[in-house]
């Protein structure tokens, strides 16, 4: 059974960092390729960002882009979102989740955890 579980979130002025971590287990980490999702209340999960198995080329959403970096350790089965620049546009709860493949950032499992709630003030 996949087991996700993110953490890093947190209440932030607007320009400040946050790091978030997601710990994956119950699948082979290093097989799949990983992205970050966020969801505000009544609005669907939004895929923002994604890095292949082996790491290598990321891809973002464009209203991340140039903010937010994507990293993964295979030996420790983590994923990584490094979010710098924070905007209140930002403030919502991010996801992880194993991806099939990169091409798009649409959700391709229905593998979820909890999530962790990031908000942003002005």
């Known amino acids: 059974q996949v087991h996700v579980a993110e953490s890093g979130g947190g209440s932030v002025q607007a320009g400040d960092s946050l790091t978030l971590s997601c710990i994956v287990s119950?699948?082979?980490?290093?097989?799949?390729?990983m992205g970050w999702f966020r969801q505000i209340p009544g609005k669907e999960r939004e895929g923002i960002s994604c890095?292949?198995?082996?790491?290598?080329?990321?891809y973002y959403t464009d209203s991340v882009k140039g903010r937010f970096t994507i990293s993964r350790d295979n030996a420790k089965n983590t994923l990584y979102l490094q979010m710098d620049n924070l905007k209140p546009e930002d403030t919502a709860m991010y996801y992880c989740?194993?991806?099939?493949?990169?091409?798009?950032?649409?959700?391709?499992?229905?593998?979820w955890g909890r999530g962790t709630q990031v908000t942003v003030t002005s």
């Open positions: 119950g699948m082979t980490f290093e097989n799949y390729p």
């Open positions: 989740a194993p991806k099939k493949a990169c091409v798009i950032l649409a959700p391709d499992f229905n593998y």
């Open positions: 890095i292949p198995s082996s790491g290598g080329s990321t």
